[in-house]
């Protein structure tokens, strides 16, 4: 058996998945599932009922988070579906690189450089980078959901939250 110094604990990952499972029956409009491996928020859901086979079937439609493509997928109620861990957290913006790179920094004070500007919406990347020139502060919004982070909105910071 090895010592504990034989291990590197750098990083504090806990291991989470990306994903959590819940009842095909127990997911509403505005709420998230995984079609297709892709995280998605739902738009519409629409329960059958049972057959002569027994299970009620839920047919969901629902728009991927990251690219606005819509996916459809049917499963039976009493199976479970894929559910993202999706978190949304608000960014400094500080420095928009050449290659497309944003960097930002939270409430306390740790900086990321690894979020790209946006391709979708067409030209929301090109928008921030307009808006960053104009040399006021803005907040972003980033959305983080399977391993993948993307800026979803921006905002202009108050002159008092940016001092």
Known sequence: MGDVED????TG???ASHVFNMEAGQIRVGGYMCIKDHPCKVSAV???KTGKHG???CNFTAIDIFTGKKYEDIIPSTHTA?????VRKEYSLVDISEDGFVSLMDEEGNCREDVKLPDFPDNFGREIRLAFETGKPFAVSVLN???HDQII???EESEAAAK
């Open 7 to 10: 291990y590197d604990f750098s």
């Open 13 to 15: 990952d806990a291991g």
């Open 46 to 48: 629409s329960t059958s």
């Open 55 to 57: 299970h009620a079937k």
């Open 82 to 86: 894929h559910v993202p861990n999706v």
């Open 145 to 147: 959901a399977m391993g």
């Open 153 to 155: 909105a921006i905002k």
